[in-house]
């Protein structure tokens, strides 16, 4: 019911910034708790930040901490991530995902809509 659509990705020197974006559609996207996941090859997906229904609590993995800041547009319907002072391990596939429970989660179980991911590649 919830679909997203991630863009933003690309390839960039260390030390650089990108900002992803996630394009929501549903009626019931307001309610949801949204949060961004990555990927490298190899390894599991894991939790990068996520956003409460609201846009006013938000969480981060300790690895991105200080460097990483989600926020949500209501108006726009679109989930954002900011990534300052990107390092070559912060490469791989992000994923937008939407959680029902509206106060957000970090277990990607929770999760029932993801986007397709936008690639992030970081050299050193």
């Known amino acids: 019911q919830v679909q997203l659509v991630e863009s933003g990705g690309g390839l960039v020197r260390a030390g650089e910034s990108l900002r992803l974006s996630c394009a929501a559609s549903g009626r019931l996207f307001s309610s949801y708790g949204v949060s961004w996941f990555r990927q490298a090859p190899g390894k599991e997906r894991e939790y990068v930040a996520g956003?409460?229904?609201?846009?006013?609590?938000?969480g981060y993995a300790d690895s991105v901490k200080g460097r990483f800041t989600i926020s949500r547009n209501g108006a726009e319907s679109t989930v954002y991530l900011e990534m300052n002072n990107l390092k070559p391990e912060d490469t791989g596939v992000y994923y937008c995902?939407?959680?029902?429970?509206?106060?957000?989660?970090?277990?990607?179980?929770?999760?029932?809509?993801w986007g397709q991911g936008t690639q992030v590649t970081v050299s050193s």
């Open positions: 956003v409460d229904f609201s846009g006013r609590w938000t």
């Open positions: 995902a939407a959680t029902r429970y509206s106060k957000g989660s970090r277990d990607l179980t929770d999760f029932g809509s």
